[in-house]
């Protein structure tokens, strides 16, 4: 058994694997190689996160693998059901990562919300010479305290970016295709439980009452936030969008900031990765991530032990 994680895994993964007596190489072989270095060596198992794709060229071609791996939640970047088909196993890690994923929206939302990400572009370049000018122009934030958080899509992720609005004093509300009732349990560092019963609102709902929509759906094949759905929200809405590229038209988001309908935006994921449009890279109103989610050291180890747990679990 003979392990390519393509696009790396974590120390203590590795760890686990090669105490298992499982082969593993951590090297990084470009797309169009990697059939051939696929069958050349033998690879059993490959695993990838993002940057890698896994089609049906690959599926074919290498009649040896068995088992695809995918560090992280969503799977677009893998031909799921047709590896299925031709017998290859197909993994993932969906709950390793969603507090890293959490954090980072909310981690945005305050960011915008208090305007640091224009702040930290423009103090290095003028905060010497135009202190007064530039703290009357941050100097009308919002606190999230009070304020209700939509949250479109409520697996896993969207449960945990509850959770923080909840215990950061937000008033939470989402809409998910199938779950209509859910128990959240709020653990703090004293023990100290709560528990937080929700109920779904209707998709217009979400739109319409809320003051920040995080978006937190797989990907899809036509948009789930448009020109139409804007038209729905709040006059100063703020939209955060660390699911995938091409759930929110990017094109819309755009046009609704530049209108005032929208008064910011987060992007951690992008229609044109690894190429976002230079529009939104330069928009002020807009705060900027690379698709780093998932990339804390805490998830990547959880990533990285899970997968492993998972390869020993097939093997036996």
Do not use: W
């Amino acid at each position: 058994m003979k392990v390519l994680a393509n696009d790396g895994i974590s120390n203590s993964g590795v760890e686990k694997l090669l105490n298992n007596g499982i082969d593993i190489k951590t090297i990084t072989v470009e797309q169009g190689q990697l059939i051939d270095y696929i069958n050349k060596n033998e690879i059993t198992v490959l695993l990838v996160r993002s940057a890698t794709k896994v089609r049906k060229d690959i599926i074919d071609n290498c009649p040896g693998l068995k088992i695809i791996g995918r560090g992280g939640v969503g799977m677009d970047n893998i031909d799921v059901e047709y590896a299925k088909e031709k017998g290859v196993k197909v993994i993932n890690t969906p709950a390793a990562s969603s507090g890293s994923v959490a954090e980072l929206v909310i981690a945005h939302l305050y960011t915008c919300a208090r305007f640091l990400h224009v702040s930290n572009r423009n103090m290095p370049l003028e905060g010497d010479s135009n202190f007064k000018k530039l703290k009357k122009a941050f100097a009308k934030g919002v606190e999230l305290r009070g304020k209700t958080l939509g949250i479109i899509g409520f697996g896993r992720i969207g449960q945990e970016v509850a959770k923080i609005g909840l215990g950061i004093g937000m008033n939470v509300i989402y809409y998910d295709l199938h779950n209509d009732k859910v128990n959240l349990k709020l653990e703090f560092f004293d023990r100290q439980i709560l528990n937080f019963k929700l109920e779904k609102s209707s998709f217009n709902e979400v739109l319409s009452k809320s003051d920040f929509i995080t978006l937190h759906v797989p990907a899809q094949k036509e948009y789930v936030i448009g020109n139409k759905e804007f038209d729905l929200m709040k006059d100063g809405i703020g939209l955060i969008n660390a699911a995938r590229g091409g759930v929110l038209d990017e094109v819309a988001l755009d046009k609704n900031i530049s209108d005032g309908k929208v008064s910011f935006a987060a992007l951690d994921t992008f229609e044109n990765e690894p190429n976002p449009e230079i529009k939104l890279l330069m928009n002020p109103k807009i705060s900027l991530t690379p698709h780093i989610g998932a990339a804390t050291n805490e998830a990547q180890d959880r990533i990285g032990i899970e997968l492993a747990d998972q390869i020993i679990e097939i093997l036996k």
